[in-house]
């Protein structure tokens, strides 16, 4: 029994598949989030070192996560539609990328509006906020790439060749900004510097990854959607789906 | 952790600015994200002319 | 028939030979050189103009300006890698030719660095003065320019090829290549500011190293697969 690897690698099936799948990631991502904030705010105790400030820890953590995360599975999913041409990876790729270098820009205000009461200063260079500041400019090259190519074919294999250099490239910046932080003003204060965390402080932040996680899925899949449709408009089942509501044009 | 009151909870032990700014703001963020996406299905289906969510494929 | 003089395409043949084509074709238009050098001059000499003439000040700074100066002019000479071939159509023909397109392309990356990246390092020690830097901080600030600049070609030739004909590619090329920069812009610059603070600047010297090994070993390949992508 050989397993069909291509069936849902066609934009057609991917379509309903994903339009299937929607709901349940977006209600199970809801329903993380209440949960992971109520834990937060309501069962998380005050930390004696920061007090209610580092509530913040639950978008915080999460967001920094799933941007590094995102920008991991793009770069994953580009190498596999620029390795094996499946137009599909390309544009889970594509559709990647904005909800990535949004959890970024989360990750970064959250971290300045965290700062400000801990260490005084909206911005600080701590060595991960500025590698969360590169990663962010990762993301912005990829978007502006493909953005300013209009054959979709050129645009994702272009933005798969940045996306791969981009990650290889991951590592040694984090290393030479931590090198580089570290060189300069002493360690500051990190962010996450605090003893041992609570019990319910680590669930609810667990919580919130997991609600981030799916709300990610969510969102890559209908703009995945948006993006077939887009650039499968002239194709035959496209035209059935108009037919199937009756609207001839 | 109980809350004694609806204030205590808002002021945040005095760092309430600053939870409830970041959390506005990644909501705000995130929100902002959903409208755009159903922004750009609603535009998609005006434009292709789809009725409504075609999610089941109707085998004919 | 004077006989004919055989060719041939062998390696080192056709990396001379785009070398050497390639700066023939520099030299014909010596005002593209020029102007790549004096916007360096003129960023390094317009800081103390904003930053005011403490001597101190510009001292501590100066390894940071050079080096970002360094940076911008090499890149802004990036779109020139490829363009005028790729225009004329003879970017397709090499893209033909039997010899494997990483050599060529690697050719081409050193007549960049040959035409851009050289006339820094020479012009570094200059400016260094106006900055009050000691002697051996010139020397450092030299030699780092001389290990950081070829990695500066050999990265934005990258830049450069995925934005091959695109409109806007100037600034997308600074947009894609900046951050990968930006390794090599923390140890060349630390490296003078820890030959400046007595420290050693051996282990930032050897770092630069590793970086211009590997994107050596990786930048011309990866430069290939992208005009494949770009022209194909």
Known sequence: MSINWYKYASPASFYFLAGKMIPYFSIVAVILLLVGLYIGFFVAPTDFQQGEAYRIIFIHVPAAWMSMFLYLVMAFWSGIGLAFNTRLSSMVATAIAPTGAMFTFIALWTGAWWGKPMWGAWWVWDARLTSELILLFLYIGFMSLQAAIDDPRRADRAGAIIALVGVVNIPIIYFSVQWWNTLHQGASVSVTQSPKMAASMLAGMLIMAFAAWMYSIAMILMRTRAIILERERHTAWVAELKGVTGVTR | MSWNSWAEFFSMGGYGLYVWGSYLVSFACIAGEIWLILNRRRTLQKYLGLKDESTTREEK | MPPQRRINYTFLNMLIWIIRRDLLLAMRRQADVLTTLFFFIIVVSLFPLGVGPEMNTLRIMAPGVVWVAALLASMLSLGRIFSTDYLDGTLEQILLSPTSLSLLVLGKMFSHWLVTGVPLVLMAPV??????????????????????????????????????????????VSLLVLPLYIPVLIFGAGAVEASIAGLGFEAHFSLLGAFLLVSLVFAPWTTAASLRISVG
Request: proline share 4%.
């Open chain 3, 127 to 172: 400016l260094g003065i106006q900055y009050d830097l000691p002697a051996n901080a010139l020397f450092v600030l030299t030699l780092s320019l001389l290990l950081g600049t070829p990695i500066l070609s050999l990265i934005g030739a990258i830049g450069a090829a995925l934005t091959l004909g695109l409109r806007g590619g100037g600034v997308l």
